[in-house]
């Protein structure tokens, strides 16, 4: 309950933040942290340690011995709510620095336009899709120093952006690969890995190759994630399987049972 409190809280903040950087025009804000929310980010992060590792992912957390401790007891199932309070002091004494993201947001905002562009396409195909493209009216990317990389959260909007305190993004030079990613996700969260209990492999493989049959002349550089030997592109070919992606989706389950 009390950490349901604190990402109350965080709402409030985020929804009147002056550090909130957004042009009439755009399509997405760009947020630099609060204390509170960078407690969260090392929360979930932690509470989720098994998975990353499990999965293979690499995490950034704070080098300090109140951390270690906290993930040894999420490995033991004991990690709770209780220990937010604990990452909050940790973060508040010694580590959070507002200035640690602004050549972060700096970086960021010199790819609005590309960003802008990429959501009015995506945006652009909704109507002719024979699902649920759920895709919102703005969007907040929020930055982290914490965590595995992107993350998103379908109900408000919000993209997590892992970064550094150099202005470096996780995998990309460019950030808008990542911000792309995660909105996407967004999109077929509830309609299509809901809806048909996609695997995380499935679900990762479906959104990375998604971009990149929508946008690799925007986005050179961005790649499909290996999540094993099984080939997505046997089925998900072009634009027209994305319009229908819910029954490209049941024939890729129909025919793979393990994925």
């Known amino acids: 309950m009390r950490l349901l409190k604190y990402i109350l809280i965080i709402n409030i903040i985020l929804s009147a933040s002056c550090w909130a950087q957004e042009t009439p025009s755009s399509k997405f804000s760009i947020t630099i942290p609060t204390v509170a929310q960078e407690a ?26 109140l951390i270690e401790k906290l993930i040894d007891k999420s490995k033991k199932g004991t990690f ?5 309070s604990a990452i909050y002091n940790l973060l508040e004494s010694k580590v959070y620095n507002k200035t640690d993201y602004k050549l972060s947001l700096k970086n960021v905002q010199l790819q609005e336009q590309l960003i802008n562009n990429m959501i009015v396409e995506l945006h652009s195909i909704q109507d002719s899709c024979s699902w649920n493209f759920n895709m919102l009216d703005n969007y907040n990317v929020v930055f982290t120093l ?36 995660e909105i996407v996700h967004i999109a077929i969260e509830e309609s299509i890995v809901q ?40 089925y998900l070919k072009n634009t027209n399987d994305i319009k229908n992606l819910d029954k490209t989706i049941k024939n890729i389950k129909a025919q793979n049972k393990a994925v």
């Open 40 to 65: 969260t980010s090392i929360w979930r992060t932690i509470n989720d340690i098994k998975f990353f590792e499990k999965n293979g992912y690499v995490v950034n957390l704070p080098k300090d011995e």
């Open 195 to 234: 809806k048909f209990e996609l695997s995380h492999s499935l679900k990762e493989l479906t959104v990375d190759t998604m971009v990149k049959l929508l946008f690799s002349n925007l986005l050179p550089e961005y790649k499909v994630q290996n999540m094993g030997n099984f080939n997505i592109d046997n």
């Open 146 to 181: 914490y965590g595995s990389g992107g993350s998103y959260d379908p109900q408000n909007g919000t993209v997590t952006l892992f970064t550094t305190k150099k202005g470096d993004f996780k995998n990309y030079k460019n950030p808008a690969n990542t911000i792309i990613h």
């Open 80 to 84: 709770n709510n209780n220990d937010y």
